[in-house]
């Protein structure tokens, strides 16, 4: 199993920058991609951000030259960094990750986090 521990949410004037963070943890033998996605009221949850392990990132096209996601492999951890934050960009924000757990012959398998609330006032 894996567990994703989040953190970093909060409220935030417009302008200002949050720092999300997932620690993944459990029988991780090897962490594929890891991504930010969102969810805000009565829309649909979105992929906001994507890094590989090979190191290929992808962005929505919303969150471009704004939000930065890196990765520290050694602690299996992700982030999203968030500059100039706007009003839409509230939602509840939530890691995934696919990895392999205990071996490299198990399939690659999804994990989420719980997720955590950014509230950006105007």
């Known amino acids: 199993q894996v567990q994703l521990v989040e953190s970093g949410g909060g409220l935030v004037q417009a302008g200002g920058s949050l720092r999300l963070s997932c620690a993944a943890s459990g029988s991780i033998f090897s962490v594929n991609s890891m991504r930010w996605y969102r969810q805000a009221p009565e829309k649909q949850r979105e992929l906001v951000a994507a890094?590989?392990?090979?190191?290929?990132?992808n962005y929505a096209d919303s969150v471009k030259g704004r939000f930065t996601i890196f990765r520290d492999d050694a602690k299996n951890t992700v982030y999203l960094q968030m500059n100039s934050l706007k009003p839409e960009d509230t939602a509840v924000y939530y890691c995934?990750?696919?990895?392999?757990?205990?071996?490299?012959?198990?399939?690659?398998?999804?994990?989420w986090g719980q997720g955590t609330q950014v509230t950006v006032s105007s």
């Open positions: 890094k590989t392990s090979g190191g290929t990132t």
């Open positions: 995934n990750v696919l990895a392999r757990i205990r071996s490299a012959a198990q399939p690659v398998t999804s994990w």
